[in-house]
């Protein structure tokens, strides 16, 4: 399993959109680009299995890379402080 990094999210969502990776900007609309219910939960479910502590429901209200993964991030250092 790899670590879920900001690069491979932004990788993930290019693929899924057909798109280069550096043509997804941190900022973008993501479901503006393209980006659908079904291939957002594709992604929500690839990234779990990568470890991402992230739900489907989640990301349906943020828009933008950068948002995911600030949630993403919240997540890991919340999971991370646990036993």
């Known amino acids: 399993m790899h670590r879920l990094t900001l690069e491979r999210m932004r990788a993930d969502i290019a693929r899924m959109l057909h798109e280069a990776p550096e043509d997804i900007l941190d900022d973008d609309n993501l479901m503006d680009l393209g ?12 990234w779990r299995e990568a470890g991402a502590r992230v739900e489907f429901a989640d990301l349906a209200v943020e828009a933008t890379l950068g948002q995911w993964w600030t949630l993403v991030s919240r997540a ?6 646990q036993p």
Not at 35 to 46: E, G
């Open 35 to 46: 980006l659908d219910s079904m291939r957002l939960m594709k992604l929500a479910s690839q």
């Open 76 to 81: 890991t250092s919340a999971s991370a402080g």
